[in-house]
């Protein structure tokens, strides 16, 4: 069963605009990691955030956790054509911590 | 530095038959799963392998079969392929335990059963 459920399932907006993604999770976790995947191709890491961190960076992605709501949020800043992807979130469990559980997917598209 | 490579890219069967998909990585991770990806459902855990020589089930482990005979290579048979195995099937690898170490995925298997 599927452990994360991504919201929205599809996103479209015009390049320059901030994309949210949003990712809702059932069980505890040790952490919650956030995946890009482009047409054709592989998933590739994006940020790992642990459950003790509320908030992380890097260049124009920020990603919220919190574990009250058992959520997360991916943001995309000043959005560009090349972020048009599927984007994952994947849940660490802290039983079975040697496996990822990963949502559905959210498709980004971004129109030039 | 290729990171994680996957063969063949693309395979088509006929039910019944057998195959199987190499995984290879020359990164030194001791950690390396096998994935399914079918359209609307995300990724599924097949097996995974926890370092030379182990191997666990994952989600959805009926009908495959796995091996890690050497560190940087794990195997993914299909020993009698059913049209319900038609997926892409991602392989990855990470240095440790997902606790704290990101996966980082092959391009992928497009497999498709008649």
């Known amino acids: 069963s599927q452990q994360g459920e991504e919201d929205p399932q599809a996103l479209s907006i015009q390049e320059g605009e901030n994309a949210t993604m949003n990712c809702s999770y059932k069980t505890s976790i040790n952490n919650l990691q956030w995946y890009r995947q482009n047409s054709g191709r592989g998933l590739v890491h994006l940020i790992l955030i642990r459950s003790n961190e509320r908030e992380k960076h890097s260049g124009r992605l920020r990603v919220t956790l919190d574990t009250s709501k058992k959520s997360s949020s991916l943001l995309i800043t000043a959005s560009r054509a090349a972020d048009t992807a599927s984007y994952f979130c994947?849940?660490?469990?802290?039983?079975?911590?040697?496996?990822?559980?990963f949502g559905q997917g959210t498709r980004l598209t971004i129109n030039p | 530095n290729a990171g994680v490579t996957q063969t063949p890219k693309f395979r088509v069967l006929k039910t019944g038959q057998s195959m199987t998909l190499l995984c290879a990585q020359d990164m030194n991770h001791e950690y390396m799963y096998w994935y399914r990806q079918d359209p609307g459902m995300g990724l599924r855990l097949i097996h995974y392998s926890v370092g030379e020589g182990t191997t666990a089930k994952g989600e959805v482990p009926d009908g495959y079969n796995v091996s890690r005979l050497k560190k940087q290579n794990f195997l993914l048979g299909l020993e009698s392929a059913a049209p319900s195995q038609t997926s892409v099937y991602f392989c990855a690898s990470s240095l440790g335990t997902v606790s704290n170490q990101p996966q980082h995925f092959g391009d992928g298997t497009r497999l498709s059963i008649l």
């Open positions: 994947a849940t660490g469990m802290i039983q079975g911590a040697q496996k990822l559980v």
